[in-house]
């Protein structure tokens, strides 16, 4: 197991010579698949699978670059990594290769968009004449439109309950918190020392630990249930690798400023792929 995948080895029962060889061939492409690919298994859980809501990209794609996962590359493009995996014909565990383009959006990617009216020709009249007519009427004034004043967006709403028993990730002062589609204020930042533990706010599996996403530093993060995340950015040592079952209060970093002026951790929670203001669910203080 690496900080850039799982590697995963079945076992295949002996008995007979062609199942020592199916054994060889099996080990060797397990191997192979190791090199060069990224696999996050996840436990298995009963129940529907909720509803996503994910926000199409229409004709962008990314590009998987060494170390990259499904989890890393839907978190950077704000997309539910079920949705994304969909989209490209991949099922779990989500393996995917350097050099594969993703596209972010469903199906062809033809985005239904208004087209301007089409002008059609006003057939000629026999012998080419054109009608006389009296005196040009003037043009039609009309009066302007009365135009309701524009009202302020509305104010965010929490989503639905998310059934999970939230903990603080890290000790320390509040530095800054969650704005809506502000993108560098996309979760809180809690200040601390260099070293201080960094701890996994509910019980979850790692799926992504590394540093490949701009902006975050050693980032882990950890998938709670089928529509909930949360993220752990700004690292100094990650102690979880991807694949790895984790508990509530389990120490999984040390607080560091990988990627940031002072040390820190910057805490984000995701539904659905989207982030949400992580006051609404982490314990008052």
């Not at 014909?89 to 087209?115: D, E, F, H, V």
């Not at 059934?163 to 601390?192: C, N």
Request: glycine share 12%; proline share 10%.
């Amino acid at each position: 197991m690496t900080n850039n995948g799982l590697s995963l080895i079945d076992t295949i029962p002996a008995g007979s010579a062609k199942t020592g060889r199916a054994l060889v061939v099996v080990a060797a492409a397990l191997v192979l698949a190791a090199c060069s690919s990224t696999v996050v298994r996840e436990p298995s859980r009963g129940g529907r699978t909720p509803v996503r809501v994910s926000t199409p990209k229409y004709g962008a794609s990314a590009v998987v670059q060494r170390g990259d996962t499904m989890y890393g590359i839907a978190f950077r493009n704000g997309i539910d990594a079920r949705d994304l995996a969909a989209w490209n014909g991949i099922s779990a565990p989500y393996t995917i290769y350097p050099g594969q383009r993703l596209k972010l959006y469903p199906g062809s990617g033809n985005a239904t968009a208004s087209r301007p009216p089409v002008s059609r020709p006003v057939p000629a009249r026999p012998g080419g004449a054109t009608p006389v007519t009296g005196t040009p009427s003037a043009p039609t004034v009309r009066p302007p439109v009365a135009t309701a004043p524009s009202r302020p967006p509305p104010a965010p709403t929490a989503p639905v309950s998310s059934g999970i028993d939230w903990r603080w990730p890290a000790d320390g002062q509040l530095l800054s918190r969650y704005v809506a589609g502000e993108p560098t204020k996309q979760g809180i930042d809690i200040a601390g020392s260099s070293g201080a533990p960094v701890r996994a706010a509910s019980d979850g599996v790692v799926v992504y630990s590394g540093s490949g996403l701009v902006g975050y530093g050693e980032l882990i993060i950890i998938k709670h249930n089928d529509a909930w995340l949360s993220a752990y950015g700004h690292n100094r040592n990650r102690m979880v690798n991807e694949g790895q079952l984790v508990k509530s209060g389990q120490q999984i970093a040390e607080m560091g400023r990988s990627g940031a002026a002072r040390d820190m951790l910057h805490f984000e929670v995701r539904y659905n792929g989207k982030p949400v203001d992580p006051l609404l669910y982490l314990p008052k203080k």
